[in-house]
């Protein structure tokens, strides 16, 4: 048995997650805040929000907290509702690891519940005292990307603990491809796209057709090449039959982006602890996306998607992998045989 809980910040860690959870052959339950909805009949434990009131979570309280949490509010009923829930369903299950994605908090909590826990390392640059606490009490580290596109920076001891595993996609997706088509990806964990924006980049090479999926500003003005689509549920289909693909620097979206070699323009968002800024970085220079230092000026549009479609033949091999969620299932596999194994040994 194991718990997977997933943080609420954006798409892509509830889209990793049922990814593996389709993979794993055992019994897994999702945790976290508003999944029954979206999980096609995984089991799951929804949990309250902890967010502040002002709905926006940036990962500051404004509490006095230890150097060892990142995020504690005090007072918060939905937090104490949370913990006793979590507490309550590893009490009751008794599961044989956790997958935490991502809380320094809920690692911990699954960690004082005596369960071995396989944390969610994502990008960027994470040597501060709560991320290296849950690194260290961590039975594995998972790392949803290659490990050529890893921090520089990051400790040989963490690299030692982590499981790489770029290209965690949806199975099945056919690739037939419009290379006409232009397709910007705005993701739910930051701020709508400025529509205004692409409305400009769509008039400046009309020959191709434009369509933004996710949250956007519609503008006033929009040209015959541009749709605004909105949120689709059929990402992972439209990225892979794209011409070029325009979007930051997430996991999800880079992960569908290199496994289905499409090219690549990136802007990244800025996120806590730098983590879209290292990802592009590392893009950048591994030739796997083409990164505007700035803004493009209306006739840059056209160099830069050129430079894109020549990207995904000079990609290194192990950027492109699609298989990413059975090898994780494969691993998970493999790290609950020795609890198995003690809990045997025990009756």
């Not at 640059?125 to 580290?141: E, G, M, T, V």
């Not at 996710?214 to 289909?237: K, M, Q, T, Y």
Request: glycine letters at 8%; one cysteine or more; aromatic letters at 6%.
């Amino acid at each position: 048995m194991i718990g997977y809980y997933i943080h609420h910040q954006g798409e892509g860690h509830r889209q990793r997650a049922a990814a593996i959870a389709a993979a794993y052959r055992g019994p897994m339950t999702l945790i976290g805040t508003g999944l029954g909805a979206r999980l096609n009949g995984i089991p799951c434990l929804d949990l309250p929000d902890d967010r502040l009131p002002h709905g926006q979570f940036d990962g500051r309280d404004k509490a006095i907290r230890p150097p060892a949490l990142h995020y504690a509010p005090l007072h918060h009923t939905g937090v104490r509702e949370r913990v006793a829930l979590i507490a309550n369903w590893i009490a009751e299950a008794q599961p044989d690891l956790m997958i935490v994605d991502v809380s320094v908090e809920v690692a911990m909590l699954a960690r004082l519940a005596s369960v071995p826990v396989a944390y969610v390392r994502l990008s960027g640059r994470r040597s501060d005292p709560p991320h290296c606490d849950a690194f260290a009490s961590a039975q594995a580290l998972l790392a949803p990307f290659a490990e050529p596109l890893d921090d520089m920076e990051i400790p040989e001891w963490v690299k030692q603990k982590t499981f790489y595993a770029n290209g965690i996609i949806p199975t099945g997706i056919a690739r037939s491809v419009d290379p006409t088509r232009v397709l910007v990806v705005a993701g739910r964990g930051g701020e709508a796209a400025d529509g205004a924006r692409w409305a400009a980049a769509a008039a400046a090479v009309p020959d191709r057709t434009w369509r933004v999926i996710g949250p956007s500003v519609v503008p006033a003005r929009i040209p015959e090449n541009l749709e605004f689509a909105g949120w689709v549920d059929g990402a992972d289909a439209e990225i892979a039959s794209a011409g070029v693909v325009i979007g930051a620097a997430g996991d999800g979206l880079v992960s569908a982006v290199l496994a289905h070699e499409r090219p690549f323009i990136c802007f990244p968002e800025p996120r806590a602890f730098d983590e879209q800024a290292v990802k592009a970085e590392r893009l950048a220079a591994l030739g796997a996306a083409v990164v505007p230092a700035i803004w493009p000026e209306a006739e840059q549009w056209r160099m830069l998607i050129a430079a894109a479609e020549r990207q995904p033949s000079q990609r290194p091999a192990a950027l492109r992998v699609r298989d990413g969620a059975e090898r994780v299932a494969r691993w998970l596999e493999q790290l609950t045989q020795a609890p198995q194994a003690l809990r045997e040994a025990r009756s």
